[in-house]
């Protein structure tokens, strides 16, 4: 038997979102997964909350894991025994492999020279959600003291009609989610299309205390008040990663 407040659909949309995002902890996430078992159309949420999330993952660094790890893998499979091996063929290996090390860290230099430096994972996200409940866009950033040029990254989770001829959309921060606070503009986005949006000195701490984003349609050039001028289409609130 399903509690009554669990059939509301904001609460299960808030809760698969937590859960997929993994986000919910201790009691709640046990509630959550014990409720799953009896309720599908609630395991299929998750799955497309999953289905959503997944495109944040692509920013995210490999974490390379502990010596002590791999030790302990030697140790199983046995490959820490020393093998008995004629004196001239381990001389000759050793050769070859100095060889192929010197090959392979001129390689790196090269690579690690020309390439981009690698941005840091993301620290805190905003899942965009249109009147309906349908995710649209994710917004992500890095702790953004860790990197030089702070900015927020916008990812299509799912397509949504383009703004109307002659408007335009206009990312919005949302201090709190009591509307207390003024919504200050980080400029105009594009439709359907992933984009990385530069922050000014005076945005980057109103984006680090931000409650969440929003996105409303504007005139073609933008908002001219410097406030939205209608109700926003996407909203979501932030959820901290890290």
């Not at 698969?16 to 078992?37: D, I, P, V």
């Not at 009896?38 to 799955?47: M, S």
């Not at 050793?94 to 192929?100: E, G, K, Q, S």
């Not at 000195?201 to 406030?227: H, I, M, N, R, Y």
Request: one cysteine or more; glycine letters at 8%.
């Amino acid at each position: 038997m399903i509690a009554g407040r669990y059939r509301r659909t904001d609460l299960r949309q808030r809760l698969a979102s937590e859960y997929a995002l993994g986000t919910l902890h201790g009691k709640a996430r046990a509630r959550f997964e014990a409720l799953m078992k009896y309720d599908p159309a609630l395991r299929q949420d998750v799955g497309r909350w999953e289905e959503r999330l997944a495109p944040l993952t692509y920013g995210m660094r490999d974490i390379a894991p502990p010596m002590r790890v791999w030790n302990r893998i030697s140790d199983r499979i046995g490959i820490g025994r020393r093998l008995q091996i004629r004196p001239e063929v381990r001389a000759y290996g050793w050769r070859m492999l100095a060889a192929f090390s010197t090959s392979v860290a001129l390689m790196l230099t090269l690579y690690v020279g020309t390439r981009p430096a690698a941005e840091p994972p993301a620290a805190t996200v905003a899942v965009l959600q249109s009147r309906e409940g349908a995710a649209v866009m994710a917004v992500s950033w890095p702790p953004l003291k860790q990197v030089k040029d702070p900015a927020v990254r916008l990812k299509t989770v799912n397509a949504a009609a383009a703004p109307a001829s002659g408007k335009s959309w206009e990312l919005w921060v949302l201090p709190d989610g009591e509307g207390r606070g003024k919504p200050r503009s980080l400029g105009r986005v594009a439709a359907g299309k992933d984009q990385r949006i530069q922050l000014s000195a005076l945005q980057v701490p109103l984006v680090a205390k931000a409650w969440g984003f929003a996105v409303s349609e504007e005139a073609a050039d933008g908002s001219a008040s410097g406030t939205p001028s209608m109700p926003f289409i996407f909203q979501g609130q932030c959820v901290k990663l890290q």
